[in-house]
Structure formats: C-alpha cells, structure tokens
C-alpha cells in the first residue's frame, strides 16, 4: 500500500504560477508510475501528466508547454509546475501512483487538493 500527500494548491491569479507537491510513504520500492490527475465541475477525470521512476514523461496534448512534470526519486515526490494558468485549469488535482507487487498493478490515489484560477 502507498499513501500520498499532496500540498501547493490554492488560489492564484490568471495567468500565474502554481506548484504542487505529492510525496509517497508506505511500500515506495514497488512504484513504477507517478502522476497527476484533474476533474473540472461537471466533467470526468482526465490526465494531466505522468512520469516513471526512470523519467519518461507523457502529458495531455492540450497541457504540454504549460505544465511539467519532474520527480525525486530519493525523496519519493512528484511534482506539477503549472505556468500560464488560465481560469479552465481550476479543478481538483489528484496525486495517483501505480504500484507493481508480485506480477499485479495496483493504483492509489491522493485526497485531491483544490485548484481555483481567478479572472
């Protein structure tokens, strides 16, 4: 099991910058995947980006330039540096983990940490 903490979200002005921070304790050895989520009111859960411990990246077409994804492998966190931030980016951000234990993937999921982008 993987328990995660996220932190860094609030309340920022359009067109301004935000960090948000996920740090990862329990069975830490087993993660193969970090990432982070998001769901606007109203629409599902998409991805914003994911990283593996090795550094491959992947990010949602419309977030690339804007956003970046990076880790810490020592201190098991992942983070999300969000730029340019524009009233369409508010939404809950979810810190998730997939985790490989004896051949089966697990996901865990953060608590979900609030992002509102004002005009």
């Known amino acids: 099991q993987v328990q995660l903490v996220e932190s860094g979200g609030g309340l920022v002005q359009s067109g301004g910058s935000l960090r948000l921070s996920c740090a990862a304790s329990g069975s830490i050895f087993s993660i193969i995947v970090m990432g982070w989520y998001r769901q606007a009111p109203g629409k599902q859960r998409e991805l914003v980006a994911t990283?593996?411990?090795?550094?491959?990246?992947n990010y949602a077409d419309s977030l690339k330039g804007r956003f970046t994804i990076s880790r810490d492998n020592s201190k098991n966190t992942v983070d999300l540096q969000m730029s340019s931030l524009k009233p369409e980016d508010t939404a809950v951000y979810y810190c998730?983990?997939?985790?490989?234990?004896?051949?089966?993937?697990?996901?865990?999921w953060g608590q979900g940490t609030q992002v509102t982008v004002s005009s």
């Open positions: 998730s983990v997939i985790t490989r234990i004896r051949d089966q993937n697990s996901r865990s």
């Open positions: 990283i593996t411990t090795g550094g491959n990246t």
